[in-house]
């Protein structure tokens, strides 16, 4: 399965070949698990009303322990996965922004005063809800969200986490940062998607489970 394949504009169109976590077994490009563990086929579909909009460093394509393709996966219709690049302006993502039917947010946490007059208490509104969450390590992210200038004007809705993340598959992330199907998942209970949410965490768990197997080469058999 070939996600990235075949969307426009600043969207990604090439395919990336996501790194192995084993030397065994090849990769899924879909789920990015080794093949004898991929999930692809075992995804619920959902469609929530909440839009993910994902600006992405390029080197999270080829990271096997990038959970945005999980979101794209389980919810193809309401996510949308863009590149930034330092030298280019995602026109694609500043068109979605600049459309009437949604509000948009950004996803980040109020780490400063400054940050903190942008943040806003999230409420339904008639509008679909629409949230840009950077993906990348936490130096990555907070790389992109300083270079957009048209980040600058949006407000930012910080998730409020009550437990401890689950997501243990890279060295170095910081204690209390969420990944990116983590915030979407507690983004989807804000707005009252508890269903969709549970679904997504449920994939999100299974995709935990067969990675670290999958780092030994093992096969999760169920
Ligand atoms: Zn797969």
Partial sequence: ????KGDKGDKVDKVYKVKQITSLYE???????????CICDKSPKVSTR???WILSSEREFYRPSNTARLIKLINPDSTEIFQWERTKIPTELIKNIDMEDYTTFVVFPAENEELEKRKVQFELTKKI?????????WKEARKIFRKCDFLKSLPIVSIEQNYASDYDLRKGAAEGNLCTIEA?????????ELDS???MDD??????ENYKAGVSGHKVRR
Avoid at 1 to 4: D, K, L, T, Y
Avoid at 31 to 36: A, D, K, Y
Avoid at 184 to 192: F, R, T, V, W
């Fill in 1 to 4: 399965m070939e996600f990235f």
């Fill in 27 to 37: 990769t899924c490009n879909g789920c990015g698990l080794p093949i004898i563990n």
């Fill in 50 to 52: 909440a839009q993910f």
């Fill in 129 to 137: 809800p629409a949230f840009i969450i950077l993906d990348g390590t």
């Fill in 184 to 192: 979407a998942i507690e983004i989807l209970k804000m707005n009252g």
């Fill in 197 to 199: 949410s549970q679904d």
């Fill in 203 to 208: 994939y999100y768990k299974l995709f935990l």
